[in-house]
């Protein structure tokens, strides 16, 4: 069994329990005369106590089930606790991929109020954090249980079943006061999934019409930009990139749970029990790949000739022997097309190398073509009886030109005023 299919059992944390004396527990409530709430004063920072800022929390490691519990420094600006957390507030978390290391937070209401006594505050110790860490093991056992582990690293992503006993940790974690002022906590509950909480997975099955047949091949970051696809509006995730490519709308109201997790294990399936391999590894650096591409090579044309229907005709030669081999290419297209995308590029820098060259080109004729005129406008100006057709034969030109230019050039002469 790997580290990966090894179970994970929801648990209380060494040193957070009676039996290790609490000796990971250090709880550091501020003294009573600092928590307050004097809501007649005038200015605003005297209206709480510096020790109303202090929080309790319970946190989970959704990636192995670990429970603990703890508090921040009191006297720390409020502004900062967050980041003194050992997780995340689920408020703060999207429906997506959870954040490295997985921790999760839960902050703990200390504040009551009633109209005979006011605010009141109420911390607790850590024997009674330990109750509360008890009472939640089951849900945090189906949280580990049913969230979605992807990729290589295993991931964690959202499920709809996780998000749902997460909101059960979140309701028995809520307490309230019995009139003689004693802690009451509400009794855990295993809440159904909701229907509107929906798995990506359990929708595209519904809809398989609407599946890409490029997530068969596509690799990792393709599928996780597919994720990821996020609009200005409406459905964002794999349920709104394709029910936008297929002009179908969602009812609004629903919430979508394991984007990634879907495209992985529609990819796993299309797989079947061949081994992943990049296309450009497999193409590049075995024998067998290359021995394929050579093969393949269009006659008498490069890649940067060849139209998109010739590129997946390609695509599906090269996955056909890859699986001869037990392999499944990832990344085909996507490969095929940057290479053939090089080549047209390297073709439009030498139509660049080209153009500029003709340029030059032209610029020097022009000059040399002026050169030659001025020289010809001379010739004809010694009026020595030569033929039009023996100073073109000197100048490369027609006879025309040449006669041409003799017609402008006594236009010129006999259009300048005589000397008086």
């Not at 501020?30 to 319970?58: F, I, M, N, T």
């Not at 490295?100 to 505050?121: A, F, I, K, N």
């Not at 359990?202 to 599928?223: G, Q, R, V, Y």
């Not at 964002?236 to 969602?250: E, H, K």
Request: with cysteine; charged share 25%; proline share 6%.
């Amino acid at each position: 069994m790997t580290a990966a299919e090894a179970p994970r059992t929801a648990c209380i944390l060494t040193g957070y329990r009676p039996e290790d004396g609490f000796l990971a527990a250090e709880l550091n409530p501020p003294p009573p005369e600092y928590v307050w709430h004097d809501k007649e004063a005038e200015q605003q920072d005297r209206r709480y106590g510096p020790g109303v800022g202090y929080q309790q929390w319970l946190a989970v490691d959704a990636r192995t089930g670990a429970v603990w519990f703890g508090d921040v420094d009191w006297r720390a600006p409020r502004e900062d606790a967050e980041g003194r957390l050992p997780g995340v507030p689920r408020k703060a978390l999207g429906d997506g991929l959870l954040p490295e290391p997985g921790v999760l937070v839960q902050l703990l209401s200390h504040m009551t109020h009633d109209e005979q006594r006011g605010c009141s505050w109420r911390f607790f110790t850590a024997e009674e954090l330990h109750a509360l860490a008890l009472r939640v093991l089951p849900a945090v056992q189906r949280l580990v249980d049913s969230i979605h582990r992807t990729g290589p690293t295993g991931e964690l992503e959202w499920s709809a079943e996780a998000a749902t006993a997460w909101e059960d940790i979140e309701r028995v974690a809520t307490h309230t006061f019995h009139a003689s002022r004693e802690v009451v906590w509400p009794r855990l509950l295993t809440t159904p999934v909701p229907a509107w909480r929906v798995e990506v997975g359990a929708f595209l099955e519904s809809n398989p019409d609407l599946c890409d047949p490029a997530w068969e091949s596509a690799t990792d970051a393709e599928l996780d930009a597919c994720a990821d696809f996020r609009p200005e509006s409406g459905y964002g995730g794999v349920p709104g990139r394709v029910c936008l490519a297929a002009g179908r709308q969602i009812e609004d109201g629903f919430t979508f749970y394991g984007h990634r997790a879907a495209l992985y294990a529609h990819r796993a399936r299309a797989w079947g029990d061949r081994t992943p391999m990049d296309a450009c590894t497999w193409l590049e650096r075995t024998e067998a790949g290359r021995r394929t591409w050579e093969a393949a090579k269009p006659l008498g044309a490069t890649l940067a000739d060849v139209p998109d229907c010739v590129l997946s005709m390609l695509a599906d030669g090269f996955q056909s022997a890859a699986q001869e081999e037990g392999l499944a290419l990832m990344g085909l297209p996507a490969y095929l097309r940057r290479l053939r995308a090089e080549e047209r590029e390297a073709v439009d820098r030498q139509l660049v190398r080209e153009g500029e060259e003709v340029e030059r080109l032209e610029n020097m004729l022009r000059d040399f073509r002026a050169a030659r005129n001025r020289t010809v406008t001379r010739i004809l100006t010694w009026a020595d009886g030569r033929t039009d057709e023996e100073i073109a034969h000197l100048a490369s030109t027609s006879p025309q030109c040449v006669g041409d230019w003799r017609a402008r050039l006594g236009e010129e002469q006999t259009s300048q005023p005589a000397e008086t």
